[in-house]
Antibody, heavy 121, light 107 residues
């Protein structure tokens, strides 16, 4: 079955750009049925939807982060990526990638294991 | 943004109990509504989509109901593996938003 795996630096300096990649295995990122999502969870807190991308490159972002977020897709490598600029301590969180079933109810049915990002100099 | 409010925030129950968690949306989300289960240090797991559809592989003791603004998740006959945190989510309007979570622990 489809699996997602996040990768990227676990430590980011304040004011720098956080960059994460999600690799999709056992399935195609170019499927017309799915949107590829990023969700984060601050320590001990709830879940925050960051945004998602369609294989064509169409993106949808959380307005609260829109000025700092870029999600991109690399269909040749079956990956999608998150960039979050000008990070502060408030961006320290566990970041998850997930698949949203676009031809259903945009429910996120497959998730990566999550990667912890710390913001510190 | 659509605000999602879960109740209770925490709940203690025993194995074999029936429990109900509710979620209220600040405006109608039709049935673009999902429930997730999260265990410590694990990713969320989809339980229910479209308010009442059971995700493949999820035990039938989980059920969801509701539409519009009021939704419930019911777990009949709690099992030890059900003790976790549960989140509701609306997927009707961007930004998709989650409830604050309901932590279900063992009494």
């Amino acid at each position: 079955q489809v699996q997602l795996q996040e990768s990227g630096p676990g430590l980011v300096n304040p004011s720098q750009t956080l960059s994460l990649t999600c690799t999709v295995s056992n399935g195609s990122i170019s499927s017309s049925s799915y949107y590829w999502s990023w969700v984060r969870q601050h320590p001990g807190k709830g879940l925050e939807w960051i945004g998602y991308i369609y294989y064509s490159g169409s993106t949808y972002y959380n307005p609260s982060l829109k000025s700092r977020v870029t999600i991109s897709v690399d269909t040749s490598n079956n990956q999608f990526s998150l960039k979050l600029s000008s990070v502060t301590a408030a961006d320290a969180a566990v970041y998850y990638c997930a698949r949203a079933y676009g031809t259903n109810y945009y429910d996120m049915d497959v998730w990566g294991q999550g990667t912890t990002v710390t913001v510190s100099s | 943004d659509i605000q999602m409010t879960q109740s209770p925030s925490s709940l203690s129950a025993s194995v074999g109990d029936r429990v109900t968690i509710t979620c209220r949306a600040s405006q109608s989300v039709n049935n673009y509504f999902n429930w997730y289960q999260q265990k410590p240090r694990k990713a969320p797991k989809l339980l229910i989509y479209a308010a009442s559809s059971l995700q493949s592989g999820v035990p039938s003791r989980f059920s969801g109901s509701g539409s519009g603004t009021n939704f419930t998740l019911t777990i009949t006959s709690l099992q030890p593996e059900d003790f976790a945190t549960y989140y509701c989510q609306q997927s009707y309007s961007i930004p998709y938003t989650f409830g604050q979570g309901t932590k279900l622990d063992i009494k």
